[in-house]
């Protein structure tokens, strides 16, 4: 019974931990989609997390609060297309100079709106209520694995799905796949490329901003410097190895969330210094993209 | 009343007068020809008239109702189509998405799949362009995705057809076939506006033709009163002169200065290939063939970057299957790329950098040290020698015309005497008197013994100027013509992949 506790505790640790990155993810994969790579995924999370506890906190709601960080996001991500399409920034500066910004934005606002630095957690803010189905939630296994986490998990979930239907299947999403790919064919046709630009980003932005929310109070309830720690880079990193597909890119979110879930359990069973085991999923990631890749060169030779 | 009048119309970019009061009719049901040398105004007049551009000056009118084109959204309103030399296509979409992208059946914002088969299927019987709609478009052959731009402008109802140089790509017999379908087209209600530089389409496919130089009309011609020399005398402003080719020297004098032997290349995903040719001294081998039949993967092998490469390759004789790159140039082996701003060039450098670019290691002094001076002072030589139009060597390549970037290259390639010449499309994109030096340059070597190997997409400068011609069709050489016996049929055959029993090997 304990070792299956063990994988339960792990494999519940592991969806919780992976729900950021695949919100992320299909931020990132929106973006790849319609050829302007957003790597300041990074940023959009980490200011939707300060929006949610800073928010949440001011008016003592924290559904207000997430409202609050996905318009927030979508703001953010609404500047950085305009950056980078009409006034033709560099994509890899234009998301770096949004993840510095927000870092040290967040920061700042720290210092003057709550005369704090480091880690704030308002004492009377909640996190998001877990799911609670009275009967399901309560089943041995499948209770703790299925029915107890918060919302947003949840909604990771249904963004993959959404987010396949919509590239896929939608016009819209149509248009967002053939600029990505001759963006000087579909202006040709009269397709809108400016408006289909904005809507891929800023639903990255808003999407973002729950992945950031999820970090802030998706079981705690605190906002902390630098909180997404590189995971917008890893969610982008999915996206690559997926080759832009949806249900492959969240499938290697949770791949890293097992990562971080092992890490974190290590951690606790071992006296070897914690950075040591907080390094480890990273790695795990940079071998996982050089096999993938490996075995892709090593077909290719046989093909 | 014309169909399409254009009245003094007038562009101009920063610094250079693009279009200089062009006035133009053309009549409904007819195809116009529009010729005219590189920069001669042709593009920029279409992108007015498509609305990609705005004209400073000038009106257009359609049945004689003057039309303001802001965008190309509005073109497609007035039922002008536009078939882009450089296909504006999506490769990862189907043939059906890629012809109704911009304008797709809706479901609410469902695109609905079924409705756009059938529109497709429908449109494709109703003028005979056999298509797949399901097919991806980057698995389609050139001639196939050309028929797809000319059924996205059919889904879109237009009447008036711009082609820009829609033959540049494609074999004789679907030059052919493309005829054939715009003759349907015109004789269906649509008006054709054909933008050609070869002067034996203009003949064939148009009523009349209009001729731009330097921006202005020339003249325009009912071809039936006119032979293609009016016409590129016209195109030039002067009388233009065939280059003249001698005979080849006699099978007996001549060597094999460029060996071929079983040449196959099987890296990664490219086609395997198997090639065998000789090229011998004092004689220009054309090869002929549509792109991507295994042309960039000779070439690659030939100058030593390819990998998986088996078979051999001699030069004068001497084995250079296994030497790097620059032995094979220091041993004579010299190349003009397809692609001179990419391949040939660095438009980021000088033209002195670029003219010392394949020899400079051998100038360095004590300590890797490089003679600059010395290095400018050799490339001004070159700039007269090679009549390299600059103001002086320091120049950027990138800032330099076709004409003068291709001669840069030339130079380049040929200070150092070599004994074999690969020339890619070396007259791809040129004007008449840069394509007439170019060739005059192949021409020039082949006199002096040099084996030149011409790789061409185009097949008049092919039979222009080769001794032989041999076909290459999916990585193999199918067949091969000593000139007297060479015809544009039997290679677009060949081309094809089609084999004859005649074939003379």
């Known amino acids: ?303 | 009343m014309s169909f399409l009048e254009l009245r003094g119309i007038r562009k101009t970019y920063p610094g250079v007068l693009a279009n200089d009061d062009i006035s133009l009719h053309v009549e409904a049901g007819e195809i116009h020809g529009l010729v005219g040398e590189n920069g001669a105004g042709k593009s920029t007049l279409m992108k007015l008239l498509y609305g990609m551009e705005q004209p400073d000056a000038g009106e257009i009118r359609l049945n004689g109702k003057r039309v303001m084109i802001a965008n190309p959204q509005d073109a497609i309103r007035l039922g002008i189509g536009m078939v882009h030399q450089h296909f504006q296509l999506v490769p990862s979409l189907t043939v059906a998405e890629n012809i109704a992208l911009g304008a797709e059946p809706r479901y609410g914002p469902f695109l609905n799949r079924f409705r756009l088969r059938r529109q497709v299927q429908a449109l494709s019987e109703q003028f005979g362009l056999q298509v797949d709609p399901n097919a991806l478009v980057s698995d389609l052959p050139v001639g196939l995705q050309q028929r797809v731009e000319i059924l996205k402008m059919l889904y879109r109802n237009a009447r008036l057809l711009i082609l820009d140089e829609p033959s540049a790509v494609l074999t004789p017999q679907e030059v052919e076939s493309l005829f054939g379908v715009l003759r349907r087209l015109v004789a269906g209600g649509c008006t054709a506006i054909f933008i050609t530089h070869k002067l034996y389409e203009i003949m064939a496919l148009c009523t009349r033709a209009t001729v731009l130089r330097r921006g202005r009309v020339v003249g325009t011609v009912q071809t039936v009163d006119t032979t293609p020399s009016e016409i590129a005398r016209l195109m030039v402003g002067h009388e233009v002169e065939a280059p003249v080719i001698t005979e080849a020297p006699a099978d007996g004098r001549r060597r094999p200065r460029l060996e071929v032997r079983n040449l196959q290349i099987t890296s990664g995903s490219r086609r395997a290939t198997q090639i065998d040719l000789t090229v011998f001294g004092g004689e220009i081998l054309g090869i002929a063939g549509v792109e991507g039949n295994g042309q960039q993967e000779l070439v690659e092998a030939l100058i030593g970057v390819a990998d998986g490469v088996s078979g051999e390759v001699l030069l004068d004789g001497e084995s250079i299957t296994r030497v790097p790159t620059r032995t094979r140039r220091e041993r004579g082996l010299a190349l003009i790329p397809e692609d001179r701003q990419t391949e040939g060039l660095s438009k980021a450098m000088a033209i002195w950098e670029n003219l010392s670019a394949g020899d400079y290691y051998q100038q360095a002094q004590g300590l890797g040290v490089l003679p600059l001076g010395q290095m400018r002072a050799m490339a001004a030589g070159l700039l007269n020698r090679f009549d390299i139009r600059a103001t002086d060597e320091r120049v950027g390549v990138g800032t330099l015309s076709g004409g003068n970037a291709q001669k840069v290259v030339i130079a380049r390639e040929l200070m150092r005497d070599p004994s074999v010449l690969v020339a890619v499309q070396p007259t791809r994109g040129l004007d008449i008197g840069a394509a007439g030096f170019v060739q005059e340059q192949l021409l020039r070597l082949r006199g002096a013994g040099v084996g030149v190997l011409l790789i061409s997409a185009d097949l008049d400068e092919l039979l222009a100027l080769s001794d032989r011609i041999a076909v290459l069709f999916n990585g193999r050489i199918v067949a091969q013509f000593p000139r007297a016996a060479a015809t544009r049929e039997q290679i677009g055959l060949a081309m094809a992949g089609k084999t004859m029993s005649e074939n003379i090997l």
Not at chain 1, 26 to 33: F, N, T
Not at chain 1, 119 to 139: A, H, K, N, R, V
Not at chain 1, 169 to 180: E, M, S, W
Request: net charge positive; proline share 5%; charged share 10%.
């Open chain 1, 1 to 303: 019974m304990d070792s299956l506790d063990l994988i339960v505790n792990i494999a519940a640790a592991t969806l919780r931990l992976g729900t950021p990155l695949i919100l992320a993810a299909m931020a990132g994969l929106l973006s790849l989609q319609v050829g302007q790579v957003n790597i300041g995924l990074e940023g959009l999370m980490l200011a939707g997390a300060f929006t949610v506890v800073a928010v949440g906190f001011a008016t003592q709601s924290v559904l207000v609060g997430l409202l609050a960080a996905i318009v927030v996001g979508m703001l953010l991500a609404a500047v950085f297309t305009l950056v980078v399409t009409r006034l033709k920034a560099n994509l890899i500066i234009a998301g770096l100079a949004l993840n510095l910004l927000v870092s040290g934005g967040t920061a700042y606002l720290l210092s003057v709106l709550f005369g704090t630095s480091g880690t704030f957690s308002p004492p009377d803010l909640e996190s998001l209520p877990s799911l609670y189905i009275p009967g399901l939630s309560d089943l041995p296994v499948l209770g703790r694995l299925l029915f107890s986490f918060s919302p947003l998990v949840y909604m990771s979930w249904l963004a993959v799905p959404l987010v396949a239907i919509f590239l896929y299947r939608t016009v819209p999403g149509l248009h967002i796949r053939a600029i990505g790919q001759n963006e000087e064919a579909a202006r040709s046709v009269g397709i809108p490329v400016r408006a289909r630009q904005y809507l891929a980003l800023m639903l990255g932005g808003a999407l973002c901003g729950l992945a950031g929310a999820h970090l802030a109070v998706g079981d705690l309830a605190l906002f902390r410097e630098d909180m997404t720690a590189g995971r917008g880079f890893i969610a982008l990193a999915a996206v690559y190895f997926a080759a832009g597909r949806p249900g492959f890119s969240a499938l290697a979110c949770l791949l890293f969330g097992l990562f971080e879930a092992v890490q974190f359990r290590l951690q606790l069973a071992s006296s070897t210094p914690p950075q040591f085991f907080q390094m480890l999923p990273y790695l795990m990631v940079v071998v996982t993209l050089a096999l993938i890749s490996a075995r892709k060169e090593w077909r290719k030779g046989w093909s």
